[in-house]
C-alpha cells in the first residue's frame, strides 16, 4: 500500500475522513465531570475529531455536546445562557436542550411552527467514573432520538472500578493523535529516554522474583535489565480488541522476563502492571484526537483494590507533571496544556542531563511529549527507517487501516466498536519459564474481574458518599 495514502489514511480524523468515521463509531472520553461540575453553569468549548463544539450541564445536572454554532445564524453557543434546562444564545434568544430539541424561539409568536423544524446538531453524553463520554454521531440519527440504540461504554477495569482507585491526568499535545499513541507501543525507548545515569537513583516500579531479589534492591536489578538489554524480542498476538505485545528479556537460565502491553481500538494504550511489586498499579491511556494535529491525553493510573489517597494524589500529579500547567483559558483544552512545552524546551537541564538523567527533562510523559511533538505536527512516515523492534508499531498500522478500509467497503464495525467486554484486561511485568507459551502463560493475571461485580462495587461506593 503506498505510504503516502497509508498516513494520510491514519491521520486525518475529521468529518469524512476514513479514520474519522472509524473514531465515530466509539465512545469518545472527551471531558472530566468536574469540568462541568455545576449545573447551569458556564459552558465549555470542546473540540474532538475536528469539530467545534461547546459541552454544557442543564438544570437536571444531564451533560449536553452541541455543535457550538446555533442553528439560527451561527452564533457561538459557548456565550450562550445556560438557564432553565438548556442553553439560549444570546444573540437572539434561541434556546436548545441537551438533546438539541429546539426549546424556545421569541420571534414565532404564539405557533411555535419554527421552533418545531428546527434542531441543534447534538451528540450523546454519558458519565461514569468522573470522565463525560460522547458518541459523534449526532442524537437524531439514532432511532428514537434519545441514543437508546448506542453501544455501550468501554469496559476498562478503571471506567468500572471504584473512581478512588483510579487516578485522571490529563494534557494536550500539539501533534498528531497516531504519533501519540505510537510512542507507548515502541517498547525498547525505556532503555534510553526515561533511563538514569545512575541506577541507584532510579524510581520506577519494576517487577520483583519472590525469593530472588529483595524489594529494596529489586527496583534497581530489573532496571538495569531493561539497560542492559536494549533490544528485547518483540512478540505479538492479534485479540478481538486490537493487539497484545511483548517485550521478552532474558532474566536468568531458565526465565525470561515480560513486559506485557495492550493497544485497544481506537486509541488506548496499556502498559505497567509490574507484578511482584510492592504494589499492583498500572496506566491506560486514551490518545484522543482533537483534530489533525492535537491530542488530548488522558490516563488512568489504576490501582486495583486500593483507594489512592489525596497525599497520593498530588505526589503523582507532580511526578507526572512537574512543570504545571499553563494558567488556564477558555480554549478547548484550554486547561490542560503543559507549563512544560516546546516553548520553553520542555523545561530541559543541562546539568541534570549531565549528572542523572538520559534526556535532561524530567518526568516520563515530559520526556515522551518533547520526542513526539518534536516530530512535527504530523510526521512524514515515508522517510521512515524501521527496524525488527517498530514490528508492533507496523502491525497495528496495519490493523487500523484494515479496519477503516472494510468500514468503508463493507460496513463492518472495527473491533469494540460494539462489544465493551473485549476491554476486560491487563498489561503485565512477569517472569516466564523459557520454555512456554507466554499467552496462556500470563492468561489468568492478564484477567480483569467480571465487569457486573466492579459496576456494583462503584455503584455501592458512590451511594455512600
Known amino acids: 500500500m503506498n505510504n503516502d495514502r497509508v498516513n494520510e489514511l491514519l491521520t486525518r480524523v475529521g468529518p469524512g475522513t476514513e479514520m474519522g468515521d472509524l473514531m465515530r463509531r466509539y465512545w469518545l472520553p472527551v471531558l472530566l465531570s468536574s469540568e462541568l461540575q455545576q449545573a447551569d453553569g458556564p459552558p465549555v468549548r470542546v473540540r474532538l475529531l475536528g469539530e467545534d463544539l461547546v459541552a454544557f450541564r442543564d438544570s437536571n445536572g444531564d451533560v449536553g455536546l452541541l455543535d457550538h454554532r446555533c442553528p439560527h445564524r451561527g452564533a457561538s453557543l459557548f456565550y450562550g445562557r445556560n438557564e432553565e434546562g438548556g442553553l439560549r444564545c444570546v444573540y437572539h434568544g434561541w434556546k436548545f436542550s441537551v438533546s438539541g430539541k429546539c426549546l424556545d424561539v421569541p420571534q414565532d409568536g404564539t405557533r411555535g411552527s419554527l421552533c418545531s423544524r428546527v434542531r441543534a446538531t447534538a451528540y450523546p453524553c454519558r458519565e461514569r467514573n468522573g470522565i463525560i463520554w460522547a458518541f459523534l454521531k449526532p442524537l437524531?440519527?439514532?432511532?428514537?432520538?434519545?441514543?437508546?440504540?448506542?453501544?455501550?461504554?468501554?469496559?476498562?477495569?478503571?471506567?468500572?472500578?471504584?473512581?478512588?482507585?483510579?487516578?485522571?491526568?490529563?494534557?494536550?499535545?500539539?501533534?498528531?493523535?497516531?504519533?501519540?499513541?505510537?510512542?507507548?507501543?515502541?517498547?525498547?525507548?525505556q532503555s534510553f529516554l526515561h533511563t538514569r545515569l545512575d541506577d541507584n537513583l532510579d524510581h520506577q516500579q519494576y517487577v520483583t522474583v519472590p525469593g530472588k531479589t529483595s524489594p529494596a534492591s529489586s527496583v534497581s536489578d530489573m532496571f538495569r535489565l531493561v539497560r542492559s538489554n536494549k533490544l528485547p524480542d518483540i512478540l505479538m498476538q492479534e485479540m478481538d480488541y486490537g493487539l497484545m505485545y511483548a517485550a521478552r528479556r532474558a532474566f536468568d537460565k531458565d526465565n525470561d522476563y515480560y513486559r506485557i502491553r495492550h493497544f485497544m481500538f481506537p486509541f488506548y494504550t496499556l502498559v505497567g502492571g509490574d507484578l511482584g511489586a510492592s504494589e499492583f498499579v498500572y496506566n491506560c491511556k486514551a490518545w484522543v484526537p482533537v483534530d489533525d494535529t492535537h491530542t488530548l491525553v488522558l490516563e488512568a493510573q489504576c490501582r486495583p483494590g486500593k483507594p489512592w489517597n489525596d497525599t497520593e494524589r498530588a505526589q503523582m500529579m507532580e511526578v507526572r507533571n512537574p512543570g504545571g500547567f499553563e494558567a488556564a483559558s477558555s480554549k478547548p483544552g484550554g486547561a490542560w496544556r503543559p507549563g512544560a512545552n516546546a516553548g520553553n524546551d520542555y523545561l530541559?537541564?543541562?546539568?541534570?542531563?549531565?549528572?542523572?538523567?538520559?534526556?535532561?527533562?524530567?518526568?516520563?510523559?515530559?520526556?515522551?511529549?518533547?520526542?513526539?511533538?518534536?516530530?512535527?505536527?504530523?510526521?512524514?512516515?515515508?522517510?521512515?527507517?524501521?527496524?525488527?523492534?517498530?514490528?508492533?508499531?507496523?502491525?497495528?498500522?496495519?490493523?487500523?487501516?484494515?479496519a477503516a478500509d472494510r468500514l468503508r467497503s463493507e460496513n463492518r464495525l472495527p473491533p469494540g466498536a460494539e462489544d465493551g467486554a473485549v476491554y476486560q484486561g491487563r498489561p503485565l511485568g512477569i517472569i516466564l519459564p523459557r520454555e512456554g507459551d507466554w499467552v496462556e502463560q500470563s492468561r489468568e493475571q492478564r484477567r480483569v474481574p467480571a465487569a457486573e461485580p466492579l459496576r456494583?462495587?462503584?455503584?455501592?461506593?458512590?451511594?455512600?458518599?
Not at 145 to 154: A, E, I, R, V, W
Not at 167 to 185: A, F, P, T, V
Not at 456 to 465: C, G, L, N, T
Request: proline residues 5%; glycine residues 4%; hydrophobic residues 30%.
Open 140 to 189: 437524531q440519527q439514532h432511532s428514537d432520538g434519545d441514543g437508546s440504540t448506542l453501544p455501550p461504554l468501554p469496559d476498562l477495569e478503571w471506567n468500572l472500578a471504584p473512581a478512588d482507585e483510579t487516578i485522571h491526568w490529563r494534557s494536550l499535545r500539539e501533534c498528531n493523535w497516531l504519533q501519540c499513541l505510537e510512542g507507548d507501543l515502541d517498547q525498547y525507548h
Open 348 to 402: 530541559r537541564d543541562y546539568r541534570l542531563e549531565r549528572t542523572t538523567l538520559f534526556s535532561g527533562i524530567l518526568s516520563n510523559p515530559t520526556q515522551d511529549a518533547a520526542m513526539q511533538e518534536s516530530m512535527g505536527p504530523i510526521v512524514d512516515r515515508s522517510r521512515e527507517h524501521l527496524c525488527a523492534l517498530d514490528a508492533n508499531i507496523v502491525r497495528v498500522r496495519r490493523q487500523l487501516v484494515h
Open 456 to 465: 456494583h462495587k462503584a455503584k455501592a461506593q458512590q451511594e455512600s458518599q
